[in-house]
């Protein structure tokens, strides 16, 4: 299986099996303790969201490989 065919959660599973460092990273730190984004979305952010939520329902997703095709 090649890593950009994994679905999110199957990408997410292989994560949680490599092994982490003991050592404190420093971009983890940082986003740790990042404030929470507490800015208001705008109209136009709010349905980009709604139409992703309704692909994703509707199964129409693309792979890591079509979109690096696309974009190449």
């Keep these: 299986?090649?890593?950009?065919?994994?679905?999110e959660s199957e990408a997410a599973?292989?994560?949680?099996?490599?092994p982490r460092s003991s050592q404190p990273d420093a971009l983890d730190?940082?986003?740790?303790s990042a404030p929470a984004d507490d800015e208001?979305?705008?109209?136009?952010e709010d349905?980009?969201?709604r139409e992703a939520r309704a692909q994703i329902a509707r199964d129409e997703l693309?792979?890591?490989g079509e979109i690096?095709?696309?974009i190449a």
């Design 1 to 7: 299986m090649v890593i950009e065919d994994l679905s």
């Design 13 to 18: 599973e292989a994560l949680e099996l490599i």
């Design 29 to 32: 730190e940082l986003l740790d």
């Design 40 to 44: 208001p979305t705008t109209p136009e």
């Design 47 to 49: 349905e980009g969201a």
């Design 62 to 64: 693309f792979s890591a």
């Design 68 to 70: 690096k095709r696309g």
